[in-house]
């Protein structure tokens, strides 16, 4: 059975919803076990758990809060080597569109890259215009049906890369697009 961890920061509520969002995408895949952590909660056993991580981050001044930073710095430290091979992905709330949201999404794949995850992001659209390249992200509360959707599609993906490689599921990896005709495997 796949387990992924959402673990997020959110001072006005914003990316918390997000982050139930990202867990409603996860149990769309059959067999997941999810975890919902605020980065105060989180600890380095609930890390160690996990197959998956999904980091959910307010954008401060375009990157990471302070609070996450923290947290991989203080709780997750001492477990560099060891968490090699986990699958990471980012979201991220800012105070509006251009605030920097998907930067604050590429400097959490980049702290997830350097504890050895495996990271990614998503080539769907989800609306007119509306995709998550880097993660899913917001201008303030998730409210229109394209970013719940973004939430839930980002969720989706990190479980089923969960089940496709930590359970041997690769009929969930139906996305990767063909290549000359043939599958990728």
Same mark, same amino acid.
């Given at each position: 059975?796949?387990?992924?961890?959402?673990?997020?920061?959110?001072?006005?509520?914003?990316?918390?919803?997000?982050?139930?969002?990202?867990?409603?995408?996860?149990?769309?895949?059959?067999?997941?076990?999810?975890?919902?952590?605020?980065?105060?909660e989180a600890t380095k056993e609930? =890390? &160690?758990?996990?197959? @998956?991580?999904? $980091?959910?981050?307010? !954008?401060?001044?375009?990157?990471?809060?302070?609070? /996450?930073?923290?947290?991989?710095?203080?709780?997750?430290?001492?477990?560099?080597?060891?968490?090699?091979?986990?699958?990471?992905?980012?979201?991220?709330?800012?105070?509006?569109?251009?605030?920097?949201?998907?930067?604050?999404?590429?400097?959490?794949?980049? =702290? &997830?890259?350097?504890? @050895?995850?495996? $990271?990614?992001?998503? !080539?769907?659209?989800?609306?007119?215009?509306?995709? /998550?390249?880097?993660?899913?992200?917001?201008?303030?509360?998730?409210?229109?049906?394209?970013?719940?959707?973004?939430?839930?599609?980002?969720?989706?993906?990190?479980?089923?890369?969960?089940?496709?490689?930590?359970?041997?599921?690769?009929?969930?990896?139906?996305?990767?697009?063909?290549?000359?005709?043939?599958?990728?495997?």
């Open positions: 059975m796949g387990k992924v961890l959402i673990i997020y920061d959110s001072r006005t509520g914003n990316t918390e919803k997000m982050a139930h969002y990202v867990a409603e995408g996860a149990r769309r895949v059959e067999g997941t076990e999810v975890r919902i952590k605020r980065v105060d609930d =890390v &160690l758990w996990a197959d @998956g991580i999904a $980091v959910g981050t307010p !954008t401060n001044m375009g990157i990471i809060s302070w609070k /996450l930073k923290r947290f991989f710095d203080d709780v997750l430290g001492e477990l560099w080597g060891e968490i090699d091979g986990k699958i990471g992905c980012a979201f991220s709330s800012s105070g509006g569109w251009g605030g920097g949201n998907e930067i604050a999404c590429m400097s959490v794949l980049t =702290v &997830l890259m350097n504890f @050895g995850f495996l $990271v990614f992001g998503v !080539t769907d659209y989800v609306g007119k215009k509306f995709t /998550l390249h880097y993660g899913a992200v917001v201008s303030g509360e998730p409210r229109k049906e394209e970013e719940i959707e973004a939430c839930r599609r980002l969720g989706e993906r990190l479980a089923q890369y969960v089940a496709a490689f930590f359970d041997g599921k690769k009929d969930l990896l139906e996305h990767i697009r063909h290549f000359e005709g043939k599958f990728v495997e």
